[in-house]
């Protein structure tokens, strides 16, 4: 008798959430970003009410990624679409909008964001005019924007007016989200700025423009790139301007974005004495450990500090 009535009771209950329609679950918003670092930020905005997914590892430079099939496929249903733009994804992402075959996600659609239009941007070529003999130049400025949690923050706040336009019985949840981040940013941005400049580092060389905005919010100039021009790998000639002027100017720091090998800057270390050599991720994802947005951060100035803690070590 009992489980007769038991088998009766689970039989209504599925017949009643048959009826009640999806579940809370199936209904979310489905959003596809470009890269893991707006996977999070839209994961921290969005929270329950989206499933986010990246085409990208960590690990991998998003400014070459092949447009695979699958990506297309996964396209198809997309309620929105995050990418960084500012042409950092202009070699794949558009084959994979048009191939999707997704109305919704099409550029200029409320289901396409371009997270990069949200902030000011750095290193505009004058009058937008490039000239590839200059190398991979990003005619609408630099597209690295997100390694600046204020322009993070920025990005954040238009993915939650983005996902309101697309649910608004969400418009609450999306902006508290994005307030909650930015709150988080605010607790953290002292106590990041009183350690960059506690590390004594205040110029530095990298291998790839990538780190712009992160050292333009905390105040330390970059003093060359181990590149001759973006995009365009290190020849013998400009590898040895750059020895001349990290032993001229006693610049102490080497940081080579993590998808880039490390040779290069490890030749800049060996011949100049008192410069020191970190690799930092630049992507969420981009080595073990760096599993979120605030971590990616933390990697970033834990490696300032690192060269800035070796080279006091290392004067006389």
């Known amino acids: 008798m009992y489980a007769a009535n038991a088998s009766r009771i689970l039989w209504l209950l599925g017949l009643a959430a048959f009826w009640a329609g999806p579940s ?16 999070d930020l839209t994961e921290r905005v969005g929270g329950e009410r989206v499933k986010v997914e990246s085409f990208t590892k960590g690990s991998q430079d998003p400014h070459f990624v092949e447009a695979k099939p699958s990506f297309m496929v996964r ?44 902030v000011e941007r750095v290193e505009v070529p004058a009058g937008g005019r490039v000239d590839r003999s200059e190398g991979d130049i990003h005619p609408f400025g630099n597209p690295h924007f997100h390694l600046d949690p204020l322009r993070a923050v920025k990005a ?10 697309l649910d608004p019985a969400g418009a609450g949840a999306y902006s508290a989200g994005a307030a909650r981040f930015a709150a988080d940013v605010d607790a ?20 790839h423009r990538t780190l712009s905005y992160f050292l333009d919010r905390f105040g330390v100039k970059r003093a060359a790139e181990l590149e001759p021009k973006p995009g365009v790998p290190p020849s013998a000639k400009h590898l040895l301007s750059v020895i001349n002027l990290v032993r001229e100017r006693r610049i102490p720091c080497l940081l080579t974005e993590s998808f880039f090998e490390p040779g ?53």
Not at 82 to 88: E, R, S, T
Not at 156 to 165: D, N, P, V
């Open 156 to 165: 954040a706040r238009a993915i939650a007016e983005r996902l309101a336009k």
């Open 188 to 207: 953290r941005m002292k106590g990041w700025t009183e350690r960059m400049k506690g590390s004594g580092v205040m110029e530095v060389v990298t291998y």
């Open 75 to 118: 396209a198809r249903d997309a309620d929105l679409l995050v990418i960084q733009g500012l042409d950092l994804e202009i070699g794949w992402i558009g084959n994979i909008v048009r191939g999707s075959r997704n109305p919704s996600i099409q550029e200029g659609q409320p289901g396409y964001l371009e997270a990069g239009l949200a």
């Open 24 to 39: 809370a679950a199936s209904a979310r918003l489905n959003v596809l970003t470009t890269t893991q670092t707006l996977r």
């Open 264 to 316: 290069a800057a490890e030749r800049v270390r060996k011949e100049a004495p008192g410069a020191f050599a970190e690799t930092v991720p630049t992507e969420v994802g981009a080595v073990k450990g760096v599993n979120d947005y605030f971590a990616l951060i933390e990697a970033i100035v834990k490696g300032v500090e690192s060269c800035g803690a070796k080279a006091k070590g290392a004067r006389p």
